[in-house]
C-alpha cells in the first residue's frame, strides 16, 4: 500500500514528487519516498527537437527504476493538475495521481514512441480519471445530465469567489461541464475524441464547452 501524506497538497501540486514503482507482480507501489528535486532530463536542450525524455523512458520500460523515478518526479506535478481539475477533490486527485504512475509503470513497455512521452501520459491520465469515473458508477451520461449543468451553487461560488484563479474556478464548475473543459482546452482533445470518452455526442461536448467558459467568465469577473 501507498503511504499516505501527512499533510495535504498544495492546491496545483501533489504532497511528493518522488515514488517508488511497484514490482511487476504487484499493482501497487511498495511506498512513497522522501519529495526530492526536480529533475531534468539528461538531454534537455538538445538542439534537434528530440524528446528529451525519451531515453528515461526506454530505460523504465526495460525495469529501471532510476529512469522510472525521473519520469515520476519532472511530471507529478503536472499529472496532478490534470486530475485535481477533472475531479475537483485533492484527495481524490492525489490517490488517481499514484494510480496514473501505477498504470503508466504497466503500460511503459507498450509505448512506441509516436506521440512525446508528456502527451503520451498525460493522455493515460485522462484515461485512469475517466475509468475510475465510470468504475465508482458515474455513468457516461452524467456529463450532459448534470442537474448543476447550468448554474453554479452558492457553495462553488463561494469557493470561486474566495480563490479568484483559473484553477479554483475550474473545480468550481460543474462535473461535466469541468471535464469537456479540460479534455478541450487544457489537453487539446476534439469534440470528436471527447465524444468517445464520455459517451456523448460531439455536440453535447460542445454545449458542455460553452457552458463551462461562460460560467468561467463569470467567476473570474466577480
Known amino acids: ?57 526506454e530505460s523504465a520500460a526495460r525495469g529501471d527504476r532510476a529512469a522510472f523515478e525521473r519520469l515520476y518526479r519532472a511530471h507529478t506535478h503536472r499529472v496532478f493538475s490534470i486530475c485535481m481539475r477533472m475531479v475537483g477533490d485533492r484527495t481524490k486527485a492525489e490517490e488517481l495521481t499514484q494510480d496514473v504512475f501505477v498504470r503508466v509503470w504497466q503500460k ?29 458508477g458515474a455513468g457516461k451520461n452524467r456529463a450532459v445530465n448534470d442537474d448543476e449543468a447550468i448554474e453554479m451553487t452558492p457553495a462553488r461560488a463561494a469557493f470561486v469567489g474566495e480563490r479568484l484563479d483559473l484553477d479554483g474556478a475550474i473545480a468550481g464548475l460543474p462535473r461535466g461541464a469541468r471535464r469537456v473543459f479540460v ?4 489537453e487539446g482533445f476534439t ?24 460560467l468561467l467568465r463569470q467567476a473570474l469577473s466577480r
Open 183 to 186: 479534455l478541450h482546452d487544457v
Open 191 to 214: 469534440h470528436e475524441e471527447i465524444g468517445d470518452q464520455l459517451g456523448i455526442s460531439p455536440g453535447g461536448s460542445k454545449a458542455q464547452l460553452h457552458r463551462a467558459r461562460m
Open 1 to 57: 500500500m501507498l503511504t499516505r501524506p501527512v499533510t495535504g497538497p498544495s492546491f496545483d501540486k501533489p504532497a511528493v514528487n518522488t515514488f517508488v514503482p511497484p514490482s511487476t507482480a504487484s499493482a501497487r507501489p511498495a511506498h512513497v519516498i522522501v519529495p526530492g528535486p526536480e529533475v531534468v532530463p539528461p538531454s534537455a536542450g538538445t538542439p534537434d527537437g528530440t524528446d528529451p525524455w525519451r531515453a528515461d523512458a
Open 108 to 136: 511503459l513497455p507498450t509505448f512506441r514512441g509516436d506521440s512525446q512521452v508528456s502527451t503520451w501520459l498525460h493522455r493515460v491520465a485522462v484515461n485512469v480519471v475517466l475509468t475510475n469515473r465510470k468504475a465508482d
